[in-house]
């Protein structure tokens, strides 16, 4: 089956940029997401992007696709005290639409 | 945009009572929903997937008995924590399968999710 791993920990100044990273095992995913998580809450879709996709590109965020290497990420342009949260990858499993999520890497924004 | 409701969002019981969790699609249909749990500072565990009019599909170690889950509408599934223990303290949340955006993209919407602490 999909497994799915992330860094768990990243520190940045604010207004640096955020680069969380994440692997995948399925080729077959057709689409990968990224998900943000704050503190006692339910998770927020912040961006997806299609497997036949390198790039793709939402205001403060870009998110690159290796296929090859199974490798995704997400980078966070001038990064705020408020982007401080837990980002967990997911990607599609088995074709069937169920997700298989990372362990989530928890970003800590600094002054 | 897709929003899914879950209620509630906070509930405490007693070891041995049951306890439900419901989980609505506001403004979408779901026949797919599904439910997960997850541990403090955990990621997330598919618990079951839940399918409109049918069976759930439950996975591995889950114990169908233990969760209840039942989907009879194309908008609410419910999840029945039965017998609960304080092992089953966890946070729940579900999540509802939509089309997003103009490539049609299925993406989960999720819910604020549950947190159920058992006495």
């Known amino acids: 089956g999909e497994d799915v791993e992330q860094s768990l920990f990243l520190s940045v100044r604010e207004g640096d940029s955020s680069v969380i990273n994440c692997t995948y095992t399925?080729?077959?995913?057709?689409?990968l997401y990224w998900y943000k998580q704050e503190p006692g809450a339910g998770l927020q879709l912040l961006t997806y992007?299609?497997?036949?996709?390198d790039m793709k590109q939402d205001q403060r965020l870009t998110v690159l696709l290796n296929k090859k290497d199974k490798h995704l990420s997400l980078r966070i342009a001038d990064t705020q005290t408020g982007d401080s949260a837990i980002y967990f990858c997911a990607a599609v499993s088995g074709g069937y639409n169920k997700l298989i999520f990372g362990a989530g890497t928890r970003l800590a924004v600094h002054p | 945009g897709a929003v899914v409701s879950q209620h509630p969002s906070w509930v405490i019981c007693k070891s041995g009572t049951s306890v439900k969790i419901e989980c609505r699609s506001l403004d979408f249909q779901a026949t797919t929903m599904f439910w997960y749990r997850q541990f403090p500072k955990q990621s997330l565990m598919l618990m079951a997937t839940s399918n409109e009019g049918s069976k759930a599909t439950y996975e591995q170690g889950v114990e169908k008995d233990k969760f209840l889950i039942n989907h009879a509408s194309l908008t609410l599934s419910t999840l029945t924590v039965t017998s609960a223990h304080p092992e089953d303290s966890s946070f729940y949340i579900c999540?509802?399968?939509?089309?997003?955006?103009?490539?049609?993209?299925?993406?989960?919407?999720f819910g604020a999710g549950s947190r159920l602490t058992v006495l």
């Open positions: 999540s509802a399968m939509s089309l997003a955006g103009a490539s049609g993209a299925n993406v989960l919407t």
């Open positions: 992007i299609f497997s036949n996709m």
């Open positions: 399925d080729s077959s995913s057709t689409y």
